[in-house]
């Protein structure tokens, strides 16, 4: 009888700390700030402005985006266009996730007036849906850039700007989603800021 009454108020104090964390994760976020969503059209110019991406000590004011679309290409394919073998991730690392598909974003960047010379980080800037969300794969990307290998924050020069062409593909958990079909048929958009102002640009894929 003991051990029953015992568990009871064990079973008793634990619903009560539950509710009051709940009641105090509900308070804290329901009084915090949530971010402004701004959605851009394929071939509109967006500035980050002073919205930053993983914190707010970025200074990416002066830098604007051009989405110019987006194409899907198996990873062979990839490899291939830019002279490598299949095997090309597997030689750098053994242990290397191969994806089965690549999405391949071009995008224009312009700096209208950014003279600290920091640069914005591709970390922080996904390919999202309202299922997925995809990322720069870095083996790709070093391959397309050798001079900006291991390093994916970088600046442009004053009053210049650059078109990139950003490797995105699925990690190993997500990669069996990520057929042809679903990377064509999706609504893809370039993100370039998540806070105070969360910058969405949609990407048309071309077939």
């Known amino acids: ?28 976020n329901s009084k915090s700030e949530k971010a402004v969503v701004k959605v851009y059209d394929m071939g509109e110019t967006a500035a980050i402005g002073k919205n930053f991406c993983q914190t707010a000590n970025e200074d990416n004011e002066g830098y604007e985006f051009t989405v110019k679309g987006g194409t899907v290409k198996t990873l062979t394919e990839f490899l291939k266009d830019n002279g490598k073998e299949a095997d090309y991730l597997k030689q750098l690392d053994p242990k290397a996730f191969e994806p089965s598909y690549v999405y391949i974003l071009e995008v224009n960047v312009r700096n209208v007036g950014n003279t600290n010379q920091k640069g914005f980080s591709l970390v922080g800037m ?27 924050g970088f600046a442009v020069r004053p009053d210049t700007e650059m078109t990139m062409y950003l490797p995105f593909a699925a990690t190993k958990g997500t990669d069996k989603y990520c057929d042809r079909v679903f990377l064509t048929s999706e609504q893809f958009c370039f993100v370039i800021s998540w806070y105070p102002e969360e910058i969405r640009m949609k990407v048309e894929t071309r077939a």
């Open 126 to 152: 996904p390919l999202v849906t309202s299922n997925l969300m995809l990322q720069v794969n870095d083996y790709l990307f070093d391959l397309l850039y050798p001079k900006l290998a291991g390093q994916y």
């Open 1 to 28: 009888m003991k051990k029953k009454i015992k568990s009871i108020m064990l079973a008793a104090v634990a619903i009560l700390l539950l509710t009051a964390w709940a009641v105090g994760f509900y308070n804290v």
